[in-house]
T-cell receptor
Framework: DQQVKQNSPSLSVQEGRISILNCDYT??????FLWYKKYPAEGPTFLIS?????DKNEDGRFTVFLNKSAKHLSLHIVPSQPGDSAVYFC?????????????FGQGTILTVHP | DGGITQSPKYLFRKEGQNVTLSCEQN?????MYWYRQDPGQGLRLIYY???????QKGDIAEGYSVSREKKESFPLTVTSAQKNPTAFYLC??????????????FGPGTRLTVL
């Protein structure tokens, strides 16, 4: 049972344009959401998070939007840069899940073309 | 310079052998986690520990074992009972100052290949 889903395996974007990565979840008890960026053969690095009491959180070029009624979140990267090319994972935690446990989506490969 | 260390980066073992993956952190984090990543899949939780001398099974604990004798260390043993051990293994840690609302910090990973 995949509780966190990233339905787009890959996304290709031109440098300078907006990248939008999507994530859906099924567990209504999730109340904290995170985005991680991962390069091949490296560990993921934390990008940005949002709690369920907000619908938007912004950090520089990265903005995360949360739509609780639709159980959907998205990560916007503006403007996209070639160095943003990586795999992006969304993750969720909180509520009825085990303390501090994160549930990850399958990841989306973002390629930003110069 | 705080961080999480995993060693070795690449590990090869023969089928049927147990192997232990190292994870050390000097971030003074209470919680530590082990994940595995397979191609085209997200990170799946193997074991986690919220405090020294205590650990819990994650979603795919079968064939694995852990110990948490020190706050800084959380080694993972991949036993011969694990049917498909070849994968990329990631260790993570997190503080507990915001309850369950803390991000996890990851190590660089160990690529295990069983021949």
């Amino acid at each position: 049972d995949q509780q966190v889903k990233q339905n787009s395996p890959s996304l290709s974007v031109q440098e300078g344009r907006i990248s939008i990565l999507n994530c859906d979840y099924t567990n209504s008890m999730f109340d904290y959401f995170l985005w991680y960026k991962k390069y091949p053969a490296e560990g993921p690095t934390f990008l940005i998070s949002i709690s369920s009491i907000k619908d938007k959180n912004e950090d520089g070029r990265f903005t995360v939007f949360l739509n609780k009624s639709a159980k959907h979140l998205s990560l916007h990267i503006v403007p996209s840069q070639p160095g943003d090319s990586a795999v992006y994972f969304c993750a969720a935690s909180g509520g009825g899940t085990s303390y501090g446990k994160l549930t990850f989506g399958q990841g989306t490969i973002l390629t930003v073309h110069p | 310079d705080g961080g999480i260390t995993q060693s070795p980066k690449y590990l090869f073992r023969k089928e049927g052998q147990n192997v232990t993956l190292s994870c050390e952190q000097n971030l003074n984090h209470d919680a530590m986690y082990w994940y595995r990543q397979d191609p085209g899949q997200g990170l799946r939780l193997i074991y986690y520990s919220q405090i020294v001398n205590d650990f819990q099974k994650g979603d795919i604990a079968e064939g694995y074992s852990v110990s948490r004798e020190k706050k800084e260390s959380f080694p993972l043993t991949v036993t011969s009972a694990q049917k498909n051990p070849t994968a990329f293994y990631l260790c993570a840690s997190s503080p507990r100052d915001r309850g369950p609302y803390n991000e996890q910090f990851f190590g660089p990973g160990t690529r295990l290949t069983v021949l």
